[in-house]
């Protein structure tokens, strides 16, 4: 889907700010020698790069019965809201950031679902599991997150919601299994089956490892990382009523 026009006013000036402080490189005369006689080099290696894509890609397929039902299995999201414009966002239970970008828009964020203003897709990743005393908390986590959108997705976000409010501390061993079952049985969802089996734990991983997005600033993975239809956004720059703001004018029109 591609960013509106409205959209883009806003967002693209936050990757222009970026290359703006990028120093511009010397002008080098151009070595046409060297060039042409590289590029039979650069076509070779062009097709083998693309049979290996193909072959990563394959292989990274998994099994239907290994995705959550309620799942894009090409995204690897949950998705609330019907909306034009997609704002994903990736967080890792375990990520102290998440759980404040949580606080402070995903009120904002979670109208603007139910409204059908936005689709509001979540992806559940785990970039922290060495943050948790070899417990591999954040995958774990994630794996209860799944296990809850495929036993009762209109619970997702609830469970989520006491993900974040019993977030422990990086560097600890992080929720055992059996709390992350008694948080979802709070809710009146059975997740002890899944959770003991790990069911999606290779889905949270796959999608950690092929759905990412890096920062194209530093080229880094952080979470929570926010998408606006695909536009990166730079969480530093976001003002309170961001979101609000942001598709209140695309509704508009300005």
Same mark, same amino acid.
């Given at each position: /889907? ?16 970026a ?7 010397p002008?080098?005369?151009t070595?046409? +020698?060297?060039?042409? =006689?590289? #590029?039979?080099?650069v076509?070779a290696?062009?097709? #083998? $790069?693309?049979v ?5 890609q394959? @292989?990274? %397929?998994?099994p239907?019965e290994?995705i ?6 090409e995204?690897g999201a ?11 966002? +990736? ?9 404040? +970008? ?7 964020l979670?109208d603007?679902?139910?409204d059908d203003?936005?689709?509001? @897709?979540i992806?559940?990743?785990?970039? *922290?599991?060495?943050?948790?005393? !070899?417990? %591999?908390?954040?995958?774990? @986590?994630a794996?209860? +997150? ?5 036993? %009762?997705?209109?619970?997702? /976000?609830?469970?989520m919601?006491?993900?974040? @409010? ?14 992350? #079952? ?5 809710? !009146?969802?059975?997740?002890? $089956? ?7 734990a290779?889905?949270? =991983?796959?999608q950690?490892?092929n759905?990412?997005?890096r920062n ?6 952080y ?5 606006i ?5 730079? *969480?530093?720059?976001?003002?309170? =009523?961001?979101?609000?703001?942001l598709?209140a004018?695309? $509704?508009? !029109?300005?």
């Amino acid at each position: /889907m591609v960013v509106p026009r409205d959209l883009l006013r806003l967002v693209l000036p936050l990757h222009r700010l970026a290359r703006k402080d990028m120093a511009k490189p010397p002008v080098k005369k151009t070595n046409w +020698f060297a060039i042409w =006689t590289s #590029i039979g080099v650069v076509v070779a290696v062009a097709a #083998i $790069a693309i049979v290996v894509v193909f072959s990563n890609q394959a @292989a990274s %397929k998994l099994p239907a019965e290994n995705i959550p039902a309620a799942v894009d299995a090409e995204t690897g999201a949950v998705t609330i809201g019907e909306g034009e414009d997609t704002v994903s966002v +990736f967080v890792d239970f375990m990520c102290p950031n998440c759980k404040n +970008f949580e606080t402070n828009f995903g009120g904002d964020l979670r109208d603007l679902a139910k409204d059908d203003k936005i689709s509001l @897709a979540i992806h559940a990743v785990s970039i *922290l599991d060495n943050a948790s005393q !070899g417990t %591999k908390y954040s995958t774990r @986590a994630a794996n209860a +997150f799944y296990c809850v959108a495929e036993e %009762k997705p209109e619970l997702t /976000m609830s469970y989520m919601d006491a993900l974040f @409010a019993k977030q422990p501390s990086e560097q600890t061993v992080g929720l055992s299994d059996d709390r992350l #079952i008694e948080l979802a049985s709070n809710l !009146g969802v059975d997740i002890k $089956a899944c959770q003991t089996e790990q069911t999606f734990a290779d889905f949270v =991983t796959k999608q950690t490892r092929n759905t990412m997005p890096r920062n194209p600033q530093d080229n880094g993975l952080y979470t929570p990382t926010v998408l606006i239809n695909d536009e990166y956004i730079q *969480l530093g720059t976001l003002t309170e =009523t961001y979101f609000t703001d942001l598709f209140a004018k695309a $509704a508009s !029109g300005e």
